[in-house]
């Protein structure tokens, strides 16, 4: 059999190099990593915040793939089940990191069970355009529970839609939604205490400022 040459594997389409790559063929998969690798890599560096992790993430990602291509079977779309893939990887990452912490948050958590009154936060609040700072933003998306975090950055940073969601972490669409508001509400509270501790941040510097030129 005339073997492929490279040229032709780099302009592969995706549904050919998947067959190629699952009958073991390593340049076919290596189209799909040049495919796939960048999204992959961003989905990992939105749920960690550290690049040299996401990179190690994304390589471990594709590891999996390798190993699993052959189970993949187009019943969703392949970018769908490879983020699946790589959104486990993650999980389990940060299931080793954050356990005692989830554990708590999720013991202290529940508002529904308390009778306050339901807030819901739309998605343009927290899209954020402008009016909450990012670096702020992103503190708070990292201290999120690691299974909000997934559905947060799934929905509102990569795009996705909650049936997808709903495939990629192996959840009901309704636990997707619920997951989504209580991440959404609390980045809503993680952003009020930052804001909280840099006006007594602020207050204690005039203080000082006017105590030396008294």
Same mark, same amino acid.
């Given at each position: 059999?005339?073997?492929?040459?490279?040229?032709?594997?780099?302009?592969?389409?995706?549904?050919?190099?998947?067959?190629?790559?699952?009958?073991?063929?390593?340049?076919?998969? *290596?189209?799909?990593?040049?495919?796939?690798?960048?999204?992959?890599?961003?989905?990992?560096?939105?749920?960690?915040?550290?690049?040299?992790?996401?990179?190690?993430?994304?390589?471990?990602?594709?590891?999996?793939?390798?190993?699993?291509?052959?189970?993949?079977?187009?019943?969703?779309?392949?970018?769908?089940?490879?983020?699946?893939?790589?959104?486990?990887?993650?999980?389990?990452?940060?299931?080793?990191?954050?356990?005692?912490?989830?554990?708590?948050?999720?013991?202290?958590?529940?508002?529904?069970?308390?009778?306050?009154?339901?807030?819901?936060?739309?998605?343009?609040?927290?899209?954020?355009?402008?009016?909450?700072?990012?670096?702020?933003?992103?503190?708070?998306?990292?201290?999120?529970?690691?299974?909000?975090?997934?559905?947060?950055?799934?929905?509102?940073?990569?795009?996705?839609?909650?049936?997808?969601?709903?495939?990629?972490?192996?959840?009901?669409?309704?636990?997707?939604?619920?997951?989504?508001?209580?991440?959404?509400?609390?980045?809503?509270?993680?952003?009020? *205490?930052?804001?909280?501790?840099?006006?007594?941040?602020?207050?204690?510097?005039?203080?000082?400022?006017?105590?030396?030129?008294?």
């Amino acid at each position: 059999m005339a073997r492929t040459r490279p040229t032709e594997v780099r302009e592969l389409g995706e549904a050919e190099a998947i067959r190629r790559a699952q009958q073991g063929d390593a340049e076919a998969f *290596e189209r799909l990593y040049r495919l796939h690798s960048r999204r992959v890599y961003a989905l990992c560096l939105r749920m960690v915040g550290n690049t040299a992790e996401a990179e190690d993430l994304t390589q471990e990602a594709f590891l999996q793939l390798f190993r699993k291509i052959g189970t993949f079977r187009g019943e969703s779309a392949f970018s769908t089940w490879l983020h699946r893939l790589a959104v486990n990887v993650v999980l389990m990452r940060l299931r080793k990191k954050t356990l005692a912490e989830t554990s708590l948050d999720e013991a202290t958590e529940p508002d529904e069970d308390a009778g306050g009154p339901r807030k819901d936060i739309g998605g343009p609040d927290l899209r954020l355009s402008g009016s909450v700072d990012r670096v702020n933003l992103e503190r708070a998306v990292e201290q999120l529970p690691p299974g909000y975090r997934s559905v947060f950055v799934l929905h509102d940073v990569q795009g996705y839609e909650h049936n997808e969601i709903a495939v990629i972490m192996n959840c009901s669409i309704g636990n997707s939604k619920s997951q989504l508001h209580k991440a959404r509400m609390r980045l809503r509270e993680l952003l009020q *205490e930052f804001e909280r501790s840099r006006a007594r941040e602020e207050r204690q510097a005039a203080k000082g400022g006017s105590g030396a030129s008294d």
